[in-house]
Antibody, heavy 119, light 107 residues
Framework: QVQLQESGPGLVKPSETLSLTCTVS????????WTWIRQPPGKGLEWIGY???????SYNPSLKSRVTISVDTSKNQFSLKLSSVTAADTAVYYCARDRGDYPYFFDYWGQGTLVTVSS | DIQMTQSPSSLSASVGDRVTITCRASQSISTYVNWYQHKPGKAPKLLIY???SLQGGVPSRFSGSRSGTDFTLTISSLQPEDFATYYCHQTYSSIRTFGQGTKVEIK
């Protein structure tokens, strides 16, 4: 059974970089699209981006200038870095697995982690 | 980017009601649409993939359909556990997008 678990600081100061890690157990990082999604309080789901083939990425254009997704296959982890954060980046952040082949869908999710941007 | 315009943003319904939620894509996307159910404090749950295929373990009262660039999620008889927020999601583009969400509340 595949399991995903987000980890990282729950509080980040404005203008700093938000860093989260998703640890994948029960499966390999190959083949699939490893994805970050967020939900600001009271708002809907927002797709942030994904990484696949151990390095190829696709990002939400509205966040692209600030986002980096990377993968560490030796630890079976992938990570999110979001720079120059503001209060608008306060959200529950989810990692998820996109099947990477048709029909594409998110079949496994982490439970989500709340990140608050505040001084 | 492909925009998914979802409606309504919220609705009130009673147990047993038939509920319909619609997403309109900004361009042709074939059947590259999924539907998720999201409850507070939990990860979203896949209901329908490829526009009309029911995910394993999901009750048959949920169904999906497509007409051109319009996609519909139908709950044939609303149950108490169905009160949640529902999202459509397109995977036609390498830049994935969600609809704005529909909150289904108890009438």
């Amino acid at each position: 059974q595949v399991q995903l678990q987000e980890s990282g600081p729950g509080l980040v100061k404005p203008s700093e970089t938000l860093s989260l890690t998703c640890t994948v157990s029960g499966g390999s990082l190959s083949i699939y699209y490893w994805t970050w999604i967020r939900q600001p309080p009271g708002k809907g789901l927002e797709w942030i981006g994904y990484i696949y083939n151990s390095g190829s990425t696709s990002y939400n254009p509205s966040l692209k200038s600030r986002v980096t997704i990377s993968v560490d296959t030796s630890k079976n982890q992938f990570s999110l870095k979001l720079s120059s954060v503001t209060a608008a980046d306060t959200a529950v952040y989810y990692c998820a697995r996109d099947r990477g082949d048709y029909p594409y869908f998110f079949d496994y999710w982490g439970q989500g982690t709340l990140v608050t941007v505040s001084s | 980017d492909i925009q998914m315009t979802q409606s309504p943003s919220s609705l009130s319904a009673s147990v047993g009601d038939r509920v319909t939620i619609t997403c309109r894509a900004s361009q042709s996307i074939s059947t590259y649409v999924n539907w998720y159910q999201h409850k507070p404090g939990k990860a979203p749950k896949l209901l329908i993939y490829a526009a009309s295929s029911l995910q394993g373990g999901v009750p048959s009262r949920f169904s999906g359909s497509r007409s051109g660039t319009d996609f519909t999620l139908t709950i044939s008889s609303l149950q108490p556990e169905d009160f949640a927020t529902y999202y459509c999601h397109q995977t036609y583009s390498s830049i994935r997008t969600f609809g704005q969400g529909t909150k289904v509340e108890i009438k």
